[in-house]
């Protein structure tokens, strides 16, 4: 896997310029929880980014609308009023479009797009004051700063920040491919993990990105850092290592801007063989479970976390009932967890046990063209003033 979408990168980096853009609106008060999909739109069926809803009591899914928001929006961002989400376009040539979120449908109205000044786009944030987007270019390595303004829209670029190294691997990383890049919970920092470069690079967070010297996880050789999610708790990091199938635990400096790694276990059972690649990772709010999507494996790989400190161990690796699962997510109530599997086609619904973290299927799924991208519209929108 060399990136985000498959082995090679070299299909999808021939891709032509930005198409136009065509509007799908919900009309209908939308009752559950509102889920938002980013596709692959190459060689597939997709139409883009779809709206789907939740029922919270049976972890059913219905898709409810669906937007074109121009080549491959493969990965999304909810900006923390609710109000606006951010999609970035997954070309040679990349871009980022804004889109204002209707308040009672949860529909699509584009506001416009912007260059991510670099190429193949993978990866966007808002910082936690809403102020700011954040986007990992993967091929070249950049990772670019762009400003929101008052009605979620974006200006262009105000700083691109270009990274540099590289590592072992041949193949993968004879250059930097930035691939993650989010603001720390006091949002006066940013990590960018950077898979060519074996680095977690962090930067200060000063109306700019002001790189902090001696702040850097420098990664195992090899390791190909992926995607990173901090505990809500504990001074810690964790990083999904896409190269050699490990996730690792940094601790984190939250009053100097350091990184410093502590740990790294296996996302797949001891003795396993074959082509793994961990893709997404994130942590339940209470802190006490960790989970890493496991691409090859076809799993999701569950942690408990030590209460006070944070160490990991490996309980379970769940099928995810289909191939190659990139993003997933919990849902806002914390019952249930979304998988996407991008090359069988599906959204797939598991069971989460709130106590233990456990995961259990439940037969629900939905059908759609290349998924890649999940994000949940929760809580539910802020009435305007």
């Known amino acids: 896997m060399t990136g985000p979408r498959d082995p090679s990168r070299r299909e999808f980096l021939a891709a032509s310029a930005i198409g136009l853009i065509g509007l799908a609106r919900g009309s209908e008060k939308i009752d559950g929880d509102l889920l938002y999909v980013g596709t692959y739109t190459e060689g597939t069926r997709s139409e883009g980014l779809y709206l789907l809803r939740l029922d919270r009591r049976s972890g059913k899914l219905q898709r409810i609308d669906s937007v074109d928001a121009g080549p491959n929006p493969s990965f999304l961002a909810i900006h923390p009023n609710r109000r606006v989400l951010y999609a970035v376009n997954e070309l040679e040539k990349g871009a980022v479009r804004a889109f204002a979120i209707a308040r009672d449908t949860g529909a699509l109205t584009r506001l416009n797009e912007q260059p991510s000044e670099g190429g193949a786009p993978c990866f966007v944030s808002v910082d936690r004051s809403g102020r700011v987007a954040l986007v990992a270019n993967y091929a070249g390595g950049s990772i670019a700063l762009l400003s929101i303004q008052p009605n979620g829209a974006l200006d262009p670029a105000a700083q691109v920040v270009q990274h540099t190294g590289k590592g072992p691997n041949a193949e993968r990383q004879a250059a930097p491919h930035a691939h993650c890049v989010l603001a720390d919970p006091s949002n006066r920092f940013v990590l960018a993990a950077d898979l060519g470069a074996d680095r977690v690079f962090v930067y200060r967070l000063d109306g700019k990105l002001v790189h902090v010297e ?108 289909g191939d190659w699962p990139r993003n997933f997510s919990l849902d806002p109530t914390g019952r249930w967890l979304l998988v996407a599997n991008q090359r069988s086609d599906a959204v797939v619904v598991f069971g989460r046990d709130p106590d233990t973290g456990r995961l259990t299927p439940t037969r629900q799924q939905i059908a759609l063209p290349s998924p890649v991208c999940l994000r949940f519209l929760a809580p539910p929108l802020p009435r305007s003033p």
């Open 214 to 321: 001696g702040g850097d996880a420098v990664m195992r050789p090899g390791a190909g850092p992926r995607h990173i999610a901090f505990h809500p708790t504990l001074p810690l990091v964790f990083v999904a290592n896409e190269l050699d199938s490990t996730v690792a635990t940094l601790r984190f400096d939250a009053g100097r801007g350091t990184l410093s790694p502590l740990d790294s276990l296996s996302t797949v059972p001891a003795g396993r063989t074959g082509t793994n690649y961990p893709a997404d990772i994130h942590v339940a709010s209470s802190g006490r479970t960790l989970y890493v999507s496991n691409r090859g494996h076809n799993s999701i790989a569950v942690f408990s976390v030590a209460e006070s400190t944070g160490a990991l161990v490996l309980d379970q690796t769940i099928s995810t009932e």
